[in-house]
């Protein structure tokens, strides 16, 4: 067992896999993964499956097998997406049932071209939750004003969620409130109301946005302040009476995670945003090559504070440099969207191809 990742897990973080590809599924490597460096989940996103699929032969022959079953580019697409994370959530299966349905789970999102689609998102949560079947699955909805009833809705329908795109504290503030009228909507009605759940806050975003306006001394550092005052949001909706409320009922609250953590600077540390984003009770989902260097040369600096002192005076500092704060996360929130919009179309133009060569 890797000792710098379990020291992470130790300190109460979850690590958790931003990739899947078939190959990883056949040759083992996930499993490898899960029982040596700690890993207790995985996330996906339309573009890790554009590169899984449109910019590989590894889907080839699965493609073209599934071509003469009348279906749509987008329903083979989905046949084997599903297909991967239904062997990805067997994998962690064992995860998922030592941790008490806490960890072990894998993430499918919906079409990106639904982020601003209520009832349509509601419908392909629904759908894929079904297909996929298993018990330690994510959904993935964006939060976006026109996501977040999507959000409430699934919840209430014992639909565990993903909540993915967000920027700020207070994005995560509002999915958050979607997540918790989901549950206290489970509870009027007498159900079962811990539907698992997390709050995808991306990081790295905010420091590619602004680092042509920051001088050497603020480089790399908007990002995690951000992350610091969304932070302290997270552990206000923690400490509040409506969540303390719902934990009574037998509830695990929605948990905060780090999301967008490869290091975008060249210059700075390929581990910048694990280090940097120590704190309980909260998963930090990492690209492949982020894993392994934390495994080769892992360490933790100190766990975030609880308070917004530092991070406030880094944003004021970028706030006198013209980075409004809630205009950038806005801007952000709607660039993930487009850019996830172009690798989906990229994704099924490339199965188009790929059925009619």
Avoid: C
């Avoid at 996929?132 to 014992?158: H, M, S």
């Amino acid at each position: 067992m890797n000792q710098h990742t379990q020291n992470l897990r130790r300190q109460g973080v979850s690590l958790w896999l931003d990739n899947i590809t078939r190959k990883m599924l056949d040759y083992g490597v996930l499993q490898h993964y899960i029982t040596e460096l700690s890993v207790t989940g995985l996330t996906s996103n339309p573009s890790i499956f554009e590169a899984a699929i449109a910019k590989t032969s590894d889907y080839d022959e699965a493609i073209r097998k599934k071509s003469n079953k009348g279906l749509s580019d987008e329903d083979v697409f989905f046949n084997l997406a599903v297909e991967d994370i239904q062997r990805a959530a067997d994998l962690f299966l064992p995860v998922y049932q030592v941790t008490n349905g806490l960890d072990g789970f894998v993430s499918i999102e919906v079409s990106p071209l639904l982020a601003y689609d209520t009832e349509n998102t509601i419908k392909a949560a629904k759908t894929i939750h079904q297909k996929v079947n298993r018990p330690n699955t994510f959904i993935k909805i964006p939060g976006t004003p026109q996501g977040l009833p999507a959000i409430e809705k699934a919840i209430a329908e014992g639909i565990p969620v993903n909540v993915t795109l967000l920027f700020s504290a207070e994005q995560y503030q509002a999915a958050a409130m979607a997540y918790l009228k989901g549950i206290e909507t489970r509870i009027d009605k007498g159900l079962n109301p811990d539907i698992r759940s997390v709050a995808s806050v991306f990081v790295s975003r905010w420091d590619k946005a602004v680092a042509d306006k920051a001088p050497a001394s603020l480089q790399n550092q908007l990002g995690i302040a951000v992350m610091q005052k969304t932070y302290f949001s997270y552990l206000q909706f923690l400490r509040s009476e409506r969540v303390q409320k719902i934990m009574n009922f037998g509830v695990f609250p929605q948990r905060l995670l780090w999301a967008s953590t490869g290091t975008k600077d060249p210059n700075a540390s390929d581990i910048l945003y694990i280090k940097n984003l120590v704190a309980p009770y909260t998963v930090n989902t990492i690209p492949e090559n982020t894993l392994l260097a934390f495994a080769d040369h892992g360490e933790t600096g100190q766990a975030l504070p609880d308070n917004t002192a530092s991070a406030d005076k880094i944003i004021g500092q970028f706030r006198e440099l013209s980075v409004n704060y809630l205009q950038l996360a806005e801007q952000l929130q709607k660039e993930g969207a487009e850019a996830f919009n172009k690798s989906w179309n990229n994704l099924i133009a490339s199965i188009t191809t790929k059925r009619n060569p």
